[in-house]
């Protein structure tokens, strides 16, 4: 069983910043992908940024490329978002996954359904 500990989110003001923290059990001895979705009231879960454990192509939605990163500390386990110059839009419940393969390198795209393990979610509010 693939445990998360999900932490960082809260309010800020439109242009500010907010790192999130998402501790991984251990629970495999290979590299595997891990990555941050988000999901807004009424929308569809949305790959925000992606990674492989090992190295390799990372992935940034287009809507936060440039604003957002992503890093993974392979010594505590922790999968970490830093978010830049907030908008309103970036508002949702983020919530961090894990599965072994990393699809978004084939397909270009960073879907929910391609994640097997997945977090609780974290809030981020964005206010104008």
């Known amino acids: 069983q693939v445990q998360f500990v999900e932490s960082g989110g809260g309010s800020v003001q439109a242009g500010g910043s907010l790192k999130l923290s998402c501790i991984v059990s251990?629970?495999?001895?290979?590299?595997?992908?891990m990555g941050w979705f988000r999901q807004a009231p009424g929308k569809e879960r949305e790959g925000v940024a992606g990674l492989y454990t090992r190295g390799g192509q990372r992935y940034y939605a287009d809507s936060v490329k440039d604003r957002f990163t992503i890093s993974y500390d392979d010594v505590t386990n922790t999968l970490y978002l830093e978010m830049n110059n907030l908008k309103p839009e970036d508002s949702g419940v983020y919530i961090c996954?894990?599965?072994?393969?990393?699809?978004?390198?084939?397909?270009?795209?960073?879907?929910?359904?391609?994640?097997?393990?997945w977090g609780q979610g974290t809030q981020v509010t964005v206010s104008s």
């Open positions: 996954a894990a599965d072994p393969a990393a699809w978004y390198t084939v397909k270009g795209v960073m879907a929910a359904s391609d994640f097997k393990y």
């Open positions: 251990k629970w495999t001895d290979s590299g595997f992908c």
